[in-house]
């Protein structure tokens, strides 16, 4: 066995011993439980390491002195497992065992970690609707939050009707979990009305407008999409527009070698195996029939591989979304998702090939947004079987009527033209209810029909001085 790999087998051991003493144990007591066959002043040396990284608290001096283990501890109760807290404990997200495990092997220091390259066969290994990262009763629990009531309408059909608060919503929590620092007033701000924020940077305002066109591209194109390279690699040109040093980047696979922050994995450098791993996640992730777990798959293998230059967590968050918004399920936007805990999730999946921590996370976040987006569909009331039927029809003539900056006359007489190509029991109500639209349009809720800020003002000008 190497030093490096004894030593890490050392650090667990006594994360392990004591994480299950809640009043501490001197030095003897933790070498008595660990069994470990070390020296007690290694031993010192290990704990002063764990003590530098934050997961070892030290009381007393000298021969008085105890150590406590610093994260909060796990418990087990009556109804499964719950975590107590404690003052480092910023995150009401409930973990399992293993995911505190995983934290702590994830925050030791660098040095203390084992360098370590991609794994072929983490992916190779798994056979979809086989193997599964979520157990049968976590898929049923996701299924019974996420269950809205148009299950049976084409794809997308919720995501569009929520498509407004999507929009902001996703938009500012994926770009929040990169270090963007746009609060979600100054993110509505931007979407709904194409105002930047003047303190913030333009990289962060690019950042946001690209999420919202990558949203607007899984959710309008629901029925053509899904997990193929046309899908991913455009998903990353939506996200990275304007943000890569070059702009060729933007929807192709890496060809060089890269590093990732504050980790000891390094993911593949030779561009056949990135094409090679890359076409088999695709596979594998199409063949996934539960769309949960297709889900969470792609949020685990999209980041590990690291297909792109950059920017691939970020197409793996929205990536996750598509078999929810295939399948009308309610959408996840990693509402209050701490940061610090989600790269920590993901560390574990780069360093040690380990889920649970990321998919604690992946539970938690869907419940929060499916109870937020309930409350919002709720808040619109039962949606209009009319407009159910005609929707593309509806969005399609308001989206030319916008774009063409037409006034009241000429979209009045372009309103009747293409009500002919609906059955003469329709029309007038097709009429109606497209001038009900049309009227009611503002600022903040013209974005579903893919309309820019300035497409719509253009247009707003127009409409108003036709009255």
Do not use: C
Request: no cysteine; hydrophobic share 40%; charged share 25%.
């Amino acid at each position: 066995m190497s030093q490096s790999k004894k030593v890490t087998q050392q650090i667990e051991t006594i994360i392990r011993v004591l994480s299950s003493l809640e009043q501490g144990a001197s030095i003897e007591e933790i070498k008595a439980l660990s069994g470990l066959d070390i020296e007690l002043r290694t031993l010192q040396r290990r704990l002063a390491d764990l003590k530098k990284s934050g997961l070892v608290k030290i009381s007393g001096d000298k021969r008085s002195t105890r150590y406590y283990y610093a994260l909060p501890r796990i418990i087990q109760s009556g109804s499964g497992i719950e975590k107590t807290t404690s003052p480092e404990d910023t995150s009401l997200l409930p973990l399992s065992e293993e995911s505190q495990e995983i934290r702590s092997l994830v925050l030791l220091p660098e040095l203390r970690r084992k360098p370590v390259g991609y794994n072929r066969e983490f992916l190779e290994n798994y056979q979809p609707n086989i193997d599964s990262y979520l157990t049968p009763h976590e898929k049923q629990k996701l299924a019974e939050i996420g269950k809205t009531t148009i299950n049976d309408q084409p794809a997308g059909t919720y995501a569009k009707e929520i498509l407004n608060r999507l929009l902001i919503d996703l938009s500012w929590n994926s770009s929040r979990l990169e270090g963007n620092t746009y609060s979600l007033l100054d993110t509505e701000r931007l979407i709904v009305q194409g105002h930047a924020s003047d303190s913030k940077s333009a990289m962060e305002a690019q950042m946001i407008l690209n999420h919202k066109d990558a949203i607007e591209f899984i959710v309008q194109g629901a029925n053509d999409i899904g997990f193929n390279r046309y899908t991913i690699q455009n998903l990353h040109a939506l996200l990275s527009n304007n943000l890569l040093p070059n702009p060729a980047a933007s929807g192709r696979l890496r060809t060089f070698a890269v590093g990732i922050s504050k980790s000891v994995y390094t993911p593949l450098a030779m561009p056949q195996l990135i094409e090679a791993m890359f076409e088999k996640m695709l596979e594998k992730a199409e063949k996934i029939q539960n769309p949960f777990e297709q889900s969470f798959f792609v949020m685990v293998h999209i980041p590990y591989l690291q297909p792109f230059d950059d920017v691939n967590k970020r197409v793996s968050r929205l990536a996750a979304n598509i078999p929810l918004n295939h399948h009308n399920l309610s959408p996840l936007s990693f509402t209050d998702v701490p940061s610090n805990l989600y790269i920590q999730g993901m560390l574990g999946v780069y360093e040690l090939n380990r889920i649970e921590l990321l998919k604690d996370i992946f539970l938690w976040a869907y419940e929060r947004s499916s109870l937020r987006y309930a409350a919002v569909r709720q808040s619109l009331g039962e949606p209009d079987p009319f407009r159910m039927k005609y929707r593309e029809q509806i969005r399609a003539l308001i989206t030319e009527i916008i774009s063409r900056s037409l006034g009241r006359e000429i979209a009045i007489a372009l309103i009747n033209d293409r009500s002919l190509q609906l059955p003469s029991i329709d029309r007038a109500k097709f009429i109606e209810t497209v001038e009900t639209e049309l009227m009611s349009l503002h600022e903040g809720n013209f974005a579903r029909y893919w309309i820019t800020p300035t497409e719509f003002k253009r247009w707003k000008d127009v409409w108003d001085i036709s009255v």
